[in-house]
């Protein structure tokens, strides 16, 4: 969700998954950058990109990547 001149992505509570992370890129195929990971359920807020504000008319590509828990083994 875009409000103002920031991003709003709220991840999704999955049952097994922990943790999720956000990759941001201006290129649809290639160029992405880990931008946040943060706990299943949780919202994530971005402003800016590679250290500069978002610039209007321009295209921003987001992917979420999710880490499932580890079993313990004994």
């Known amino acids: 969700k875009l409000s103002g ?17 956000l990759y941001m890129s201006t290129n649809r195929t290639k160029g992405y950058k880990k931008i946040k990971t943060v706990k299943s359920g949780k919202t994530i807020t971005v ?4 250290k500069k504000s978002f610039k209007k008319y321009k295209d921003y590509y987001y992917y979420i990547s999710s880490a499932k828990k580890q079993s313990k083994f004994v």
Request: hydrophobic share 30%; charged share 45%.
């Open 47 to 50: 402003s800016s990109f590679k």
């Open 5 to 21: 001149k920031k991003v709003r992505i709220k991840t999704p509570k999955v049952k097994g998954v922990k943790k999720f992370t």
